[in-house]
């Protein structure tokens, strides 16, 4: 089980640098759709080409973050029932839906999209729309999204088995206690309280600092 648990770390590892970069894709994203709104207004042009990168920076984003939403457990879940039910009865169907829904899942959309990535790739088709770009890029989101997404799952499996065994720690948890909220408001705290003079924050009171 030692063996298996350092595997789930791997993948935890992989997922979550994935996650911590493909933030990017966003922000590329968004430079994009502003520099054709500009192009668009001021010289009275544009291109398709700009949308569709945009389109494919978004599947790209998506699809490659799905593992590390995955890991953090922020997946949409419909909890009225589970939520009552004992932590082991919890544990239980997690193990069933990864075992038998996700995976196979998973091992479906693979099988189809690899070889279409590839025929893209050969054959170099491009958008029908004018000024379209090749399409291959965008197909390759999908294996390579749902493949992160598969091993992510047998992470997820690997650790709801040790817990069973008493082996591991609770893997239904958050993986911190505060909300992608809270800890913003956090960070935006302690960054305006840096930057807030030290002779003007009240004495003898470290905590405001």
């Not at 505060?178 to 003079?197: G, T």
């Amino acid at each position: 089980m030692s063996a298996l648990l350092k595997l789930a770390k791997a993948i935890d590892w992989l997922n979550a640098q994935v996650g911590k970069y493909v933030i990017w894709l966003i922000f590329a994203a968004t430079i994009i759709s502003a520099v054709n709104a500009i192009v668009r207004k001021v010289f009275d042009m544009s291109s398709n080409a700009y949308l569709e990168a945009q389109w494919y920076l978004f599947a790209w984003s998506f699809l490659m973050a799905a593992g590390y939403t995955l890991l953090h457990r922020e997946h949409v879940r419909i909890d009225v029932l589970n939520s009552r039910l004992s932590k082991r009865t919890q544990v239980w169907i997690d193990i069933f839906g990864l075992t038998f829904f996700l995976t196979p899942l998973c091992l479906v959309v693979l099988y189809f999209s690899a070889p279409m990535a590839v025929q893209m790739y050969q054959s170099g088709e491009t958008s029908g729309n004018s000024g379209g770009l090749i399409r291959w890029p965008v197909w390759a989101a999908l294996p390579f999204g749902f493949l992160l997404l598969m091993l992510q799952g047998w992470s997820e499996l690997i650790k709801r088995i040790a817990f069973l065994r008493g082996q591991g720690p609770d893997p239904m948890g958050r993986l911190t206690d505060k909300s992608a909220e809270e800890e913003l408001i956090e960070a935006l705290r302690v960054q305006a309280l840096s930057e807030i003079p030290e002779t003007s924050l009240p004495a003898g009171n470290p905590t405001q600092r």
